[in-house]
């Protein structure tokens, strides 16, 4: 049909979408200064909603690398703009969505969240050091789902397990210190303190 798509176009267009939205959030943050005022601020309200539910539907599968990098590169630090906005609900979507970006899967196993765009020439060249232990992957990924669930007692646990590996020195989280050290922090703006002193703890 003249519908289909092919899969390979699919990380092609999450990429330009993330990119239109990251352009789009970092316009309306600069004409709005921060402030809740006139058209600019919806436009923030939109474009967060709108990256936080696709988010949500790529959490079903691992992420695409070239889609990785954008979310990496360019949504991540546009939406974390709007962390200190004046308007609680834009700093709240601003905060989801950063934290559904930093947990996602990425393609192929292994750590979690989006890297650097430097982080891809040692990927390139993988040795069995390098080899990402099933079972700390395994608890990573439980810990990670864990972060962006709606129920505090749970989103605490995933924040006490991750804080937990990083304590016993695993390699796997502690290759993803980065990713997680910026999950901890915009975590420590949750509004309950049970969240807050998890991520404080971490």
Do not use: W
């Amino acid at each position: 049909p003249a519908c289909r798509t092919g899969s390979s176009s699919l990380p092609d267009a999450a990429a330009a979408l993330f990119t239109l939205l990251a352009t789009l959030l970092t316009s309306a943050h600069e004409e709005t200064g921060g402030t809740s005022q006139g058209a600019d601020h919806e436009l923030l309200l939109l474009c967060l909603t709108i990256g936080q539910a696709v988010l949500g539907m790529l959490r079903a599968s691992p992420l695409h690398e070239a889609t990785r990098l954008v979310l990496a590169s360019e949504l991540l630090p546009a939406a974390q703009l709007a962390l200190s906005h004046e308007s609680r609900q834009v700093a709240e979507l601003a905060a989801a969505m950063s934290v559904a970006v930093l947990t996602l899967p990425r393609e192929g196993g292994g750590i979690l969240g989006p890297g650097h765009a430097s982080d891809e020439a040692s990927a390139s060249t993988p040795s069995q050091e390098d080899e990402p232990d099933e079972e700390e992957t395994s608890e990573l990924l439980e810990a990670m789902r864990e972060c962006v669930s709606e129920q505090v007692p749970i989103r605490a646990k995933g924040l006490d397990t991750l804080r937990k590996m990083l304590g016993r020195r695993s390699r796997t989280a502690s290759s993803a210190l980065p990713q997680l050290l910026s999950l901890f922090e915009i975590q420590m703006r949750h509004d309950d303190s049970y969240v807050y002193q998890a991520a404080l703890n971490a």
